[in-house]
């Protein structure tokens, strides 16, 4: 075995154990996870076989390792050591796990040096350095706050290979830069690439009237979009379609088609939550008018 089948093997081993942690309903649940453990435990070994090796790359797992706790006792002081050593060979992965470590949890170690290997992980054409640095102007997080900036490095992200910035790109200009054709055009990119936050996004942009892009149609689309796409568990979505049959607006006028969608809530929504009581109110609001 050499340091990069060890790596391969390490991160196959973590995702298993995630896996088995999931299924926490089948049979032997315990006893999985227990088995996925010794295995992750084992596999973290061989990962140390390596660690004076030249490669930045296995240095990075071994931080992973460490920073979440598979097959090791969480340390997020070793994992910083392990990060930092990568970092400093060039490995952009590791800069930008080495500047999450600095800035969460708060308070920060060290803003400045955090969003200082951020920058590094970006200028190296790493999309997640590049998405980092954008939550960074965004919320102002060692860095003078700056929307603008943040959506050019989103905006390169995309560009560099991440797809799902767009669904940053569009929140950008939905809401801090007041760009709604903006947000629409990235926002139909992202739904086109098949990122489902896309949409919610969609249809509420689509339904507000006080914006230029105000399209009740095209809000009633995505609606029914965004419940097919959740087999029918989400519950604004359901909530928006019936209020649209209600009131006439982007559908029909349909009470018996409202009333249709509101009893679907009733199908997902948990006893006594205030989901299934505001649909019940509204039926029988409904009932009592058309007596």
């Not at 990122?195 to 149609?217: Q, R, W």
């Not at 009633?220 to 979505?237: D, I, L, N």
């Not at 349909?254 to 019940?280: F, G, M, Q």
Request: hydrophobic share 40%; with cysteine; proline share 4%.
């Amino acid at each position: 075995m050499n340091a990069a089948s060890a790596i391969d093997k390490y991160l196959a081993a973590c995702n298993t154990f995630e896996d088995a942690v999931d299924a926490y309903d089948e049979p032997d649940y315990r006893k999985k996870v227990q088995s996925e453990t010794q295995k992750l435990q084992s596999c973290f070994q061989e990962l140390l076989q390596f660690a004076e090796s030249n490669n930045p790359a296995l240095w990075h797992a071994i931080g992973i390792g460490f920073n979440i706790g598979r097959g090791v006792k969480r340390d997020r002081q070793e994992a910083m050591r392990w990060f930092q050593r990568a970092a400093e060979a060039g490995h952009a992965p590791a800069m930008v796990n080495l500047g999450s470590c600095l800035t969460y949890p708060k308070p920060s170690l060290d803003r400045t040096a955090a969003v200082s290997w951020l920058r590094k992980a970006a200028e190296k054409g790493y999309a997640g350095g590049m998405v980092s640095l954008g939550f960074a102007y965004r919320e102002g997080d060692g860095v003078p706050r700056d929307d603008k900036e943040a959506v050019q490095w989103f905006i390169k992200a995309v560009e560099a290979g991440d797809s799902h910035s767009m669904i940053h790109v569009g929140r950008m200009y939905a809401r801090q830069l007041s760009a709604p054709v903006e947000a629409v055009a990235s926002f139909l990119r992202a739904a086109e690439a098949g990122h489902s936050e896309s949409f919610l996004e969609l249809a509420t942009i689509y339904e507000n009237k006080e914006l230029p892009v105000h399209d009740p149609v095209e809000a009633h689309k995505w609606f029914r979009v965004a419940v097919e796409y959740t087999e029918g568990h989400s519950t604004s979505a359901l909530f928006a379609i019936a209020r649209q049959y209600m009131q006439g607006v982007g559908a029909p006028c349909d009470i018996e088609n409202a009333k249709w969608w509101l009893n679907r809530i009733l199908l997902v929504a948990p006893p006594d939550s205030p989901s299934r009581k505001e649909a019940t109110r509204m039926i029988k609001k409904l009932d009592g008018q058309f007596l």
